[in-house]
């Protein structure tokens, strides 16, 4: 099992800047079906994390990004630059028929071992 000390570690060396929207599974390499960028709508947002406390990193900030209408956002990817650190589900899909915004709140990054 990994001391505190050693779970801090590997979470603070997952370094993230970025968020995207997915209207399904991403992949393991993130890229697929994230939120199309026409129109200038939709674009990845930064993200931030907190120092770790016991391997886990809390997000320091909501995050709001603009959805365009018709859209459907069920997955998030973080991101480092074009490498994707992180692939998740949220605990509900939400749909748009307008143009929206949605709220990324609460997440963290966790090392267990």
Do not use: C
Request: hydrophobic letters at 35%.
């Amino acid at each position: 099992m990994l001391t505190p000390a050693a779970k801090n570690q590997a979470a603070n060396a997952i370094t993230v800047d970025t968020i995207s929207l997915h209207s399904g599974a991403p992949g393991a390499d993130g890229l697929a079906n994230e939120l199309p960028t026409a129109g200038a709508i939709y674009s990845r947002k930064a993200i931030a994390f907190g120092s770790a406390d016991d391997g886990v990193r809390q997000q320091l900030a909501d995050v709001l990004q603009d959805v365009p209408p018709g859209s459907t956002v069920s997955h998030y990817v973080l991101w480092e630059g074009t490498t994707a650190k992180k692939v998740g589900a949220y605990p509900q899909t939400e749909t748009y028929t307008g143009q929206g915004q949605h709220k990324t709140k609460s997440g963290t990054i966790t090392i267990n071992g």
